[in-house]
């Protein structure tokens, strides 16, 4: 998975907002010319100038894009800044209204959806979901800091000064997340607990080491150290307040959404021709699609592995003993980090002699142990990529070790995870997934389509590579790997059904897991982290299955219209030329310029 899109603020000063957007917006003519720019001109100089008012107001997104200037800023997430937001987002939305949608280009178009999308999915998300109040999880200086602290963008002089500003007032947004928090999530408080002690390793002797072989003043390194020490005061502070306020007083409300917002939530964030309903309905279809591929295949293979022992009259648990049996080949407790790193040379391999598309050696990939704190979400692997103005930066890897997990844990989660499905989810996280992927968007020529990384896409095409991948004969075509295929997909099914049921049919626990290990033929450990998960997110274990159905449907259509003239690899590399733009915006472009 990916580090998923949150709405950010938009937070312009009332004085300053005005001229700024009104100075874009309309079909003004230039000063001195008798020229009228046409809609586009008008809109691309709109763009510019909101992407700039987008990055002083957001320094934190900015950082994570690969925009450094503002790094030194830290937004205060009070109840100023929510009714500043407010206001402004309210002027840009009028200023974007007065554009010509119907006369911009096919790019522009989906460019102003995307905005459009953003501005009222962002207001959404502060009147409506009102997560800032129910998620103490939202509040972490550890994961920005940890950015600035490991690029490579600037000298560490540079970046060690906009840590010490930036920390400077670590009290004030901490101050901030507390008043915010009313009734949260029990889930989400012990997240937020978890995740901020990994940060105090942030601030721990790395950090001052760092700081130690830097040039910085004799004054600078004091005030530096200062600022650290009290910025591990307030983060231990903020866990004593979720500790012995928040956990104690038991007023916590539910994390499932219900119906109305799941509904709306789907419609903000994954931007589908789907609805939510549609998509739980088209789940459950595939979902009988795969069982009975997966029966004819246990079928075919029993004999092999179960020589002489008659099939089971139950082809269910056929299909378990058969999964269970090749799921017995797996890396070593200690040995899986470096289990992922060694495969991924063949996949880059695979790629380039088959055709697929064309990659770029000069981007770094590097696999590294997942940061403390990144842990806790359930994720157990995630790809933590540069953005659009940072091109030449690593592109991070994060594999979760399982050092700290008991020998039967790590024996169930190295089943799932065995030699089979390991290579299946170095393909989904690395080559050709999303670290190709989002190698591609960083050079579409929108700004906009990058920013606004539309999740289901991001997440559909790295479904979509991995059946992309067999399809072309990556695994030998041998039933073992297509029926551990089909288990794997069957994840990203049934992730979308029980996102539904959780949210919208509150299902329990025991029902979730029973599913996920019956239906899935999960392992006990990858059940139990799913329904983790679950109720840490909303929405975004549905934008496999919806991005990944969205993008095979339309390569399907193309090849049924192109015949003979069908190219995979202009295909594949066409697709990715759009930046991380929703399916169904790329869908209308390809199919314009076809």
Known sequence: MTKPFTPKLLLVAAGCATALWLSSCGSDQHAGSAEVPTPDANFDRFKAQFIDSLWYYNPEWASSQGYHRYDSLLVVPNAGRRQTEAAVQARVRQQLAAFPVGELSVNNQTDFRLIENYLNSSRWYADTLRDWQWNPAAYNLGSSVAEILNGRYQPLDRRLRSISLKISRAADYYAAAEDNIQNPTREHTDLAIKQNKGALDVFG??????LNRSKLSEREKKDFRDRVATTR????????????????????????????????????????????????????????????????????????????QPLPTDSLAAVKLVIGKLSEKHATQAGFVDAVKAQIPALVQFVNDKKLLTQDPTKPLVVRETPLYMRGSGAGASVSAPGPYDKAANTYYNVEPLDGQSAADAESYLREYNEYTLQILNIHEAIPGHYTQ?????????????????????????????????????????????????????????????????????????????????????????????????????????????????????????????????????????????????????????????
């Open 205 to 210: 002797p790395a950090l001052l080491d760092s």
């Open 233 to 308: 005061l307030v983060v231990q502070n903020y866990i004593a307040f979720l500790q012995n306020e928040v956990l104690p007083a038991g007023k916590f409300r539910s994390f499932r959404l219900g119906k109305a917002l799941y509904d709306r939530k789907f419609y903000y964030d994954i931007q589908s021709s789907y609805s939510a309903d549609q998509v739980y309905q088209k789940a459950l279809t595939h979902k009988a699609e795969l069982l009975r591929d997966m029966k004819k295949r246990a079928a075919r293979l029993w004999p092999k592995y179960f020589a002489g």
């Open 438 to 594: 989002l190698v591609y968007a960083n050079r579409s020529p929108s700004l906009i389509k990058s920013i606004f990384g539309n999740g289901a896409m991001i997440e559909g095409w790295a479904v979509y590579a991995e059946r992309m991948m067999l399809e072309s004969g990556y695994g030998g075509n041998t039933d073992e790997m297509w029926l551990m295929w089909d288990k794997w997909n069957m994840r990203v099914t049934i992730n979308a059904i029980i996102d539904h049921e959780i949210q919208v049919n509150n299902a329990s626990e025991a029902s979730i897991v029973n599913q996920l290990m019956r239906d899935g033929f999960q392992e006990k450990s990858e059940a139990t982290n799913k329904w983790l998960r679950a109720t840490l997110s909303q929405v975004q274990l549905s934008s496999y299955f919806t991005g990944y159905t969205e993008i095979y449907d339309l390569r399907q259509e193309l090849k049924k219209e192109q015949g003979s003239k069908f190219d995979l690899k202009a295909f594949n590399e066409q697709f990715l030329s759009y930046g991380s733009a929703p399916v169904r915006y790329i869908r209308t472009m390809m199919l314009k310029k076809a």
